[in-house]
């Protein structure tokens, strides 16, 4: 391997270490670090990678790191880059996720985490506020996102979730005379990774169907999520919530929401939140088992986003270009925000609803929205308070 491309994975070692605050700040952190101080690709390639990025399924951040990798070194890269990326924040994870598992079979309470609950609620509504009023801007857009929400919220299976987002970019689609006509070229289009994507998903459904080894299920439930999953890991928290905890009973309420708080303090991508869903899913089949449950979950729901960006790479620059998939986004976009929306309905739910849990969650989105302290501070702050008053 070049001496760059060792540079290139230190960096990307770095990031995954210090990438704290969701998907934009990694993108303003890959700006400063690969554009401006190493020059790997620069700042257009960089919006532009990152706006496809945003339209394919899976997690924007990883797939926009995962694509400089490619573009720097090709695919070897690439896939270095995508398990130097992930690795701290799922280890991290597992580990709490073992942990838990551990208390509870001593019989610990998990008092300790009673404050970090509702904090997660307030974060997730703050994630809803915060998407939903940056790309949802027209009044189809407001109607698609409110009905989005209610039917999400009513309609808990695991298939609603893929099927509201298909809906809601057709519907904006239809309406494509709206966007710009651009001068187009014929796109050449080289298949083998979409095929390698849509092969993996088909092997892993039959598998499924006919071992129903719970390793393989989980595999196959998670690679289809990130293969359908639009706008990010705050989307992805009602379509986990709904088929781990209400469908499956793979976990309980509380062990969701701490899980998912925890991972907001944390650097590195959000979805690694499915490493401890995988290793608390395994609980069954003990420890060996867990780590086993940790692991294939998080290659399952990475795989498919990177499977994609390396399709869809190569023409981008043409497809960009259809005024259909321009307009799709919006329906799109506005049906993430809608489910985020129900998210923090649905997740507030099991918590007992007085006047001191309610005021956590407002606290913390007020903390959040108006001032700059950082989100695994608050988490941090939590913890240590429940671990001196466990209640």
Known sequence: MRPRNYIFLKDVASLSLTAFGGPQAHIAMMLRLMVEKRGYITEKELLELNALCQILPGPSSTQTITAIGFKVGGPNLAYLTLLVWIAPAALIMIAAAL?????????????????????????????????????????SGIVIMVFSAILAFFFRSPWVFPLLLLLGGSLTALRFQKQPVLEKKPMKVEWANFLLFLGVFIAAAILGRFTQLRAVLLFENFYRNGSLIFGGGQVLIPVMYTEFVEFKG?????????????????????????????????????????????VVTTIAIFLPGT?????????????????????????INAVGCGMVCAAAIMLYHPIENTPYNFGLVVLT?????????????LILTGLVVGLLFPG
């Open 307 to 331: 499977f994609l960006i390396f399709f869809v790479i190569r023409f981008w620059e043409e497809l960009r270009k259809y005024r259909v998939i321009q307009a799709s986004l919006e329906g």
């Open 99 to 139: 942990i838990i598992s551990f208390l509870q079979g001593q019989g610990a309470p998990l008092g300790f985490t009673r404050f970090i609950q509702p904090m997660a609620v307030g974060f997730v509504a703050f994630a809803a506020w915060r998407i939903s009023s940056k790309v949802v801007y027209t009044k």
């Open 365 to 377: 989105f007020g903390l959040l929205q108006w001032t700059k302290i950082p989100a695994p501070a």
């Open 250 to 294: 793979y976990l309980n309420p509380k062990e969701f929401l701490s899980g998912f708080a925890l991972v907001q303090a944390l650097p590195g991508p959000v979805f690694s939140f499915c490493s401890y869903i995988g290793t608390l899913s395994m609980r069954p089949y003990g420890w060996g088992s867990q780590i086993l449950g940790g």
